[in-house]
């Protein structure tokens, strides 16, 4: 199959582009290099050396024999996305090409409006191209389980049946995301879910968890093949941040109570959801969504599961309850349902003593690369400006 | 009370503007004149004669003693927007200042992506302006019935209490939009009850049915205050272009069967529910959704009225069924509630006889300035490129 990975540079598209390589499928990847960029805005650095991609893709196929074509632009530039569809001709699409972070999304105006721009517009672009140049081609979407908030009541895969004075149908499950990026994602499905409908797109929605984890069997082939891990407070998921803090012995910071509950994966599992998406194809003019993760945790459990890793490996690790920067039930019901994917195979890699001890020494293994200023949250939902680089370097800083 | 009109040079926005300042408000318009650039664009005009504005609002003062201040600039310019709060402080901002047309955000990509930067990042600049700069003031969108689509079960006012698995919940009702235009509405909707909720913004979303009719009290107190008639296929609503086709005995152009059903509204009731949102303002904090429309008809059945009016006018007007350049059911349920308003103290316009007559009168009066090319749907939902302007002047074109 030819699989076109749209920010096969990132965290998840990077492992991603190697699995799917190493299945036997052509693999292309289009990136603009953004997120490298972001790391530079942030004065923050992902705490594994990373290589610049055509370094990555020389060692891929130095170890493998396997190339994979890189393609170097922005969604946003229709001309270049139009000739890469024209160029390549994929199967499919997989589409990691957003501005994935809650608060880099609320720093500010111009970060909440370059996130939904930056989301929606690529996601349109995408939508063209396919019907335009490619329209048999399967657009394999990440979205994000933060589109559905935390509604008293089940959560299903993309769709609801409601019963109402005495009639029924089956709905888009009602959507209540917490930020301009998860918005930006809800705004993606719905423009999606139309274009299968006036178009006959074909099209998948990954509803995606909290990804924890950066080794796959493919990164781990050659140290330039190694994946991003990022622990500070804006682009850094709740686990890896809690790794890297119990490294260094910092307090596990956790946002208020600790009973926000969400679905988390192993990055091992992003990128076999994929595939799995990619061998199954939604048909023509059909929009569906699967919700990818594959157990619930609380941030609060999740800190005291890597306070007991971090006892076995002697380190003295606390939990510190921070008043929580954003916006949100710190106690709440959650039952997300999370079949599809595991009828179509998933045999899921659930969250392991043994995974989280190796995410600690991966942690302790890069300790002279972690940054402490990066640690504490600056991004508060309730300003509508956060003026993240004021404070002077060196200085530990609390919550706004 | 304070009321700045955003988009208050428009169908809509002009009326409302004219009503508000009349009933004693301190009312202030911004516009950037867009609307009229696109009648350059799309090679039309409306049908009734307007001024620029800045005629319009000395004939006001002349007529009723009233001066409507007003500010020319975009609201994507966030620091224009920003110098209008801070001078005019208003107590409620009408935002009318969207591109407003489904056919027009279909033509093609560029103006999907037009319409949706358009809409989404001219809303998020007045919530992030309003948290900004005038956190008390109370904001009045214009959402659209559109949003909600045409589902099987009743339409509610915005939220829907859902039974499910045992448990329940009140949640955003589902939505099914059914253009990239009305799909804008849609992320507004979630991007403004999302502000709401982080930071106490308090919002009235009005999702307004489709607007009938051109004149008010207000507009026709001078001939210099006539509103805008819009009946080319992009930006004339149903009932306005049937009463032109009326006029010049064109046969009414019925998309398909007609049984699409739709929520309608004259536009006297238009200006009094934005006076009803603003004299009952949202809570802090609160998102309120509106269903603003009087009737239920279906698209035949308008049809079917003007024909009627017409033969009293001795007109001689046929009903073509044509191809429906729109993906939409054709035929369907459809029971949206729209009792909020009229709780507030609407008294809705039904829509009559002589309304009819009056507007198939107003065609005839300006029938030297209908232009017939104007009339035949070139938009076609089915199609990512629809080139509008490629047939040569003069001659009639069939759907594509």
Same mark, same amino acid.
């Given at each position: ?31 603009? !290099? ?10 923050? =650095? ?26 170097? *632009?922005? &969604? ?10 024209? /160029? !390549? ?7 990691? /090409?957003?501005?994935?972070? /809650? ?10 409006? #370059? ?12 939508? !063209?191209?396919? +019907? ?8 394999? +979407? ?20 409601? =019963?109402?004075? *005495? ?14 990026? %998860? ?51 804006? !682009? *850094? ?8 803090? /119990?490294?260094?012995? %910092? ?12 679905? #988390? ?8 959801? &994929? ?34 890793? *971090? +006892? ?27 079949? +599809? ?7 899921? %890699? ?11 020494? &991966? ?38």
């Amino acid at each position: 199959m030819r699989i076109l990975v749209l920010g096969g540079d990132g965290y998840c598209g990077w492992p991603t582009a190697l699995y799917l390589s190493n299945r036997d499928n052509e693999v292309a990847i289009a990136d603009s !290099f953004t997120r490298r960029t972001w790391d530079h805005e942030l004065g923050a =650095q992902t705490l594994t050396p990373i290589r610049p991609l055509t370094e990555r893709l020389r060692a891929w196929e130095r170890v493998t024999g396997r190339v994979i074509e890189s393609f170097v *632009g922005d &969604i946003l530039d229709y001309e270049f996305l139009s000739n890469v569809l024209q /160029a !390549f001709s994929p199967d499919a699409v997989v589409h990691f /090409a957003e501005q994935r972070s /809650a608060p880099y999304s609320m720093i500010d105006r111009q970060h909440a409006v #370059f996130s939904q721009v930056n989301n929606v517009v690529g996601t349109l672009n995408v939508l !063209f191209a396919i +019907k335009e140049f490619q329209p048999d081609c399967h657009l394999v +979407k990440l979205g994000t389980m933060g589109e559905y908030g935390t509604p008293n009541i089940d959560i299903e895969e993309g769709f609801i049946r409601i =019963q109402h004075n *005495g009639r029924e149908d089956v709905l888009p499950y009602p959507k209540q995301p917490g930020s301009f990026y %998860h918005l930006s994602k809800v705004h993606d499905s719905h423009n999606i879910h139309f274009c299968c409908k006036v178009w006959g797109i074909r099209a998948t929605d990954l509803n995606q968890g909290v990804v924890y984890g950066t080794v796959t069997d493919e990164t781990s082939l050659d140290e330039a093949l190694v994946n991003r891990f990022d622990y500070d407070e804006v !682009f *850094g998921t709740a686990l890896n941040r809690f790794c890297v803090q /119990a490294a260094i012995e %910092h307090p596990l910071t956790v946002y208020g109570k600790g009973g926000q509950t969400r679905g #988390f994966l192993d990055i091992r599992d992003t990128v076999r959801c &994929i595939e799995l998406a990619c061998l199954n194809p939604a048909v023509r003019g059909e929009f569906r969504v699967f919700n990818q993760f594959t157990e619930q945790f609380s941030v609060l459990e999740l800190a005291e599961m890597v306070q007991v890793a *971090g +006892k076995r490996l002697g380190l003295d690790v606390g939990i510190d309850h921070i008043p929580d920067p954003r916006v949100e039930a710190e106690e709440h019901y959650y039952n997300a349902k999370h079949t +599809k994917l595991a009828e179509l195979g998933l045999t899921p %890699h659930l969250l392991s003593e043994s995974l989280l001890d190796s995410l600690v020494n &991966i942690a302790m293994q890069n300790r002279d690369r972690v940054d402490q200023n990066l640690l504490m949250p600056r991004v508060n939902w309730r300003n509508s400006r956060n003026d993240r680089r004021s404070k002077p370097a060196g200085v530990a800083v609390a919550a706004d």
